[in-house]
């Protein structure tokens, strides 16, 4: 398998190779050489304060999608999340242990294996009084029902009422109507924007539809820095949703363990 790091810290390199994963440098940091970083060749580097990880994943398919699968399987984690076998890990040592090197056995018979799921139904009361207002004096038993809790309402919590709705309404038609019906009706999704993928051809689609669809987009809602986090960085947030809609209406999937971990 060929797994890439990413990570926003250059003082990572060093543990980053420990872990024998390439070592993905993004953001404002200054990167020695020893990092892949997504500001060469064909690039959209500038945009990465507003799509996080998914400036390298662009970099990534305009410039070396191909060479990822002479290994067969390519996998994405972050400096402070791991794919592991088991998620007791409480130092560096356990984490080495624990990441997955080579690709289980039980993996052949799927194409792709996304992130355990983050149930949106656990969402803290505070946070429901902090960000959901909108929602509160629409219905304010949404909160309280773990049927009504779903992938749309918290979107729109934490990334701008309605906003959701506006860029569903920019996707083609064969994903418009599934997409909608998936965030309307699914309590949770897979986080991270992390994944493993062992066809060329399917990763290939998915970047093609998400990123035609990320630049629609950005005519919608464009490049503010003014906004709050959730959205200034909307678009890897779209994309962290669609990725798992994506996959899984497309694919052969299974899911698999990942473990916050700061390196």
Known sequence: ???????MKNSHLE???KLNYIPVGLGADKFDKG???DNTGINISSK???YGENTFHY??????LKDCFEKTWVGFCHYRRFWVKDPK???FDDLKKNIIKKIPDDWDRYEVILGNEYFVNKTKVSKIIKHGKKQLLKNPFVFFSKKKMTIKVHFDMYHG???LDKAIELLDINDKED???YVDSEGSFNPFNMFFCKSYDLLNNYYGVLFKWLEKCEKEFGFDETKDYGQIRIYAFLAERFLSYWFKKNSKFNVWPIKHFEI
């Open 1 to 7: 398998m060929k797994m890439y790091c990413i990570s």
């Open 15 to 17: 543990k980053i190779k």
């Open 35 to 37: 990092w892949t970083t």
């Open 48 to 50: 990465n304060k507003f």
């Open 59 to 64: 970099w990534l398919w305009k410039n070396q």
């Open 89 to 91: 890990v409480l130092n």
């Open 161 to 163: 009422f309605g906003n």
């Open 179 to 181: 997409f909608r019906n």
